[in-house]
């Protein structure tokens, strides 16, 4: 805008009100400007200087009402220049520390590939919600699935709350924004018929007791790939749950492997079934046998479950070979997950209370497990009636 005129008398109040004239396209333009200082600049000493614009005298009058408040209590904050894109690659740089490889890199995408070219040229101190919620409904037109929203969300709500906290905004406008409705996928845990079918293909499988170890503790996939034998206490019967093997880019953008610590470090001890143990005991003798073909060649990295050289396997392999076991059987719908499933939901029905149930899995909550397994004892529930309906009338008939 081209410098103006100024006209009028500086108001009465804290600050400076003017009228300005500007000319621009041989037209004049009248606003209103007020100017205050909200401090000194620690490297120059110098005063720093705002202003604020409007089409009255009363508006602008209002807003330095507001601020000079504001000022005076201490409260004050100064706009933030950066845009949405300049914030974002500051948070992704500078503040997403100390979290797995793979989260990071899960962050690092939806931040290029969603939020980045859509929000990115906006200025972050006037980004609201209803624009944010544009975006969300831009993104379920385009067909992404609630749950992949809901995931993009949490990470832009993340790095504004940051924002937030250094001061750079004094509301998260993400806050209020509408989400749409997740529906939790059913679980599709093996029955015992299935079990039985599943456990005969695996016989003699290359990872039948990896396999098996799975199905009866129910163990994540990168759990019961980053287990390590120092983790296993023969004479205890437990097992030590702390890692997890995981695949993520690195520095360099190569996808590579390692052990990281399990969601929110929370670690657990579980006693598995004697069998288990026992199938521990066999993958021991298995390896050391291996070790022994190997020779020098032993790459002897302590995990339970190792290639024929002694490194950690492959996810993509393991979950190939599951695939191709429950294909064979004719269940090609089945997840390595379901194994998890499989597990809980026989837990619950052999008697294990809920929360002996969460504390296997290492679920944060008792409620979230509920969550996931509610129809599991509801269905007890309803056998339970059914079995006191019998015993009811059978001693009518007495």
């Known amino acids: 805008?081209?410098?103006?005129?100024?006209?009028?008398?500086?108001?009465?109040?804290?600050?400076?009100?003017?009228?300005?004239?500007?000319?621009?396209?041989?037209?004049e333009y009248t606003y209103w400007e007020a100017r205050y200082t909200s401090g000194f600049d620690p490297k120059t000493g110098k005063q720093k200087q705002h202003s604020i614009?409007?089409?009255?005298?009363?508006?602008?009058?209002?807003?330095?009402?507001?601020?000079?408040?504001?000022?005076?209590?201490?409260?004050?904050?100064?706009?933030c220049k950066l845009t949405v894109g300049q914030w974002l690659t500051a948070w992704e740089q500078d503040y997403l520390v100390g979290i797995?490889?793979?989260?990071?890199?899960?962050?690092?995408?939806?931040?290029?590939?969603?939020?980045?070219?859509?929000?990115?040229?906006?200025?972050?101190?006037?980004?609201?919600?209803?624009?944010?919620?544009?975006?969300?409904?831009?993104l379920r037109k385009k067909g992404l699935s609630p749950k992949t929203i809901k995931n993009i969300h949490e990470v832009f709500h993340e790095a504004l709350q940051q924002a937030v906290m250094i001061g750079y905004l004094r509301v998260n406008p993400s806050e209020p924004c509408a989400l749409p409705r997740v529906v939790k996928?059913?679980?599709?845990?093996?029955?015992?018929?299935?079990?039985?079918?599943?456990?005969?293909?695996?016989q003699g499988h290359r990872f039948e007791l990896l396999y098996l170890v799975t199905l009866f503790t129910g163990l994540r996939k990168g759990e019961v790939l980053g287990l390590a034998w120092d983790r296993v206490d023969f004479d205890k019967g437990t097992l030590l749950i702390d890692r997890q093997l995981q695949r993520a880019k690195d520095e360099t953008g190569e996808r590579r492997y390692s052990l990281v610590s399990l969601k929110n470090d929370r670690w657990r001890r579980?006693?598995?079934?004697?069998?288990?143990?026992?199938?521990?005991?066999?993958?021991?003798?298995?390896?050391?046998?291996?070790?022994?073909?190997?020779g020098p060649a032993w790459e002897g990295g302590g995990l339970v479950f190792t290639n024929e050289a002694g490194g950690h396997l492959s996810h993509h392999t393991v979950y190939h070979n599951f695939k191709l076991v429950v294909a064979s059987i004719g269940m090609p719908e089945i997840r390595f997950h379901d194994l998890r499933h499989s597990f809980a939901v026989a837990s619950i029905r052999s008697g294990d209370d809920i929360k002996t149930v969460q504390g296997n899995l290492g679920h944060a909550t008792a409620a979230f497990t509920l969550d996931v397994y509610g129809h599991v004892t509801e269905q007890m529930k309803q056998a339970s009636a059914q079995r006191m309906e019998g015993y009811i009338k059978r001693v009518l008939d007495l």
């Open 270 to 294: 579980i006693t598995p079934a004697d069998f288990v143990m026992e199938l521990l005991r066999r993958q021991r003798s298995r390896q050391a046998e291996r070790r022994l073909r190997a």
């Open 53 to 79: 614009s409007g089409k009255t005298q009363a508006e602008v009058a209002q807003k330095l009402r507001e601020v000079t408040a504001e000022i005076g209590q201490g409260i004050f904050q100064e706009a």
């Open 1 to 27: 805008m081209p410098r103006g005129k100024k006209s009028g008398r500086a108001a009465s109040g804290d600050g400076s009100i003017r009228k300005k004239i500007v000319k621009k396209n041989g037209k």
């Open 100 to 138: 797995k490889p793979r989260t990071q890199e899960a962050y690092r995408s939806i931040i290029k590939n969603h939020l980045q070219p859509e929000l990115g040229a906006a200025r972050l101190d006037i980004l609201n919600a209803h624009t944010i919620q544009h975006f969300y409904n831009g």
């Open 185 to 202: 996928k059913d679980i599709k845990p093996l029955d015992d018929d299935a079990i039985r079918r599943f456990l005969e293909a695996v």
